[in-house]
């Protein structure tokens, strides 16, 4: 009879060890999912992060495309405008040689 009480707690104990073992897997397996869980959102988070600096970094190439034609744009504007001017100053060297020769002839007429 003491062997067969034996056997029974022996028996007992190990159902209890298993059970023990059974619980400790549980916490693990669940702590492992929330982990993987956080894991999960962290990488959703740095995706969105990644797509965003894409487009911010898209957005300013745009912007310094355009600040580049701009740039473009208003060294031609500066050069036809310098043209501009140095044709005028060619045309008004022209005209006051003109009105000097002019003023030499009427002076000459004069005495």
Known sequence: AHEHQSAKERERAHAQEMEN?????RAKIDEASRQLQEATAEISKLRSDAEKLKE????????????RHRVFSLEA?????????????????????????KLKEAKAQVA
């Open 21 to 25: 073992l059974k619980e400790e897997n």
């Open 56 to 67: 911010d970094s898209n957005n300013m190439a745009i912007v310094s495309n355009n600040m």
């Open 77 to 101: 504007e500066l050069a036809t405008a310098s043209e501009r001017t140095e044709v005028g100053s060619i045309e008004a060297a022209r005209a006051a040689s003109e009105a000097a020769g």
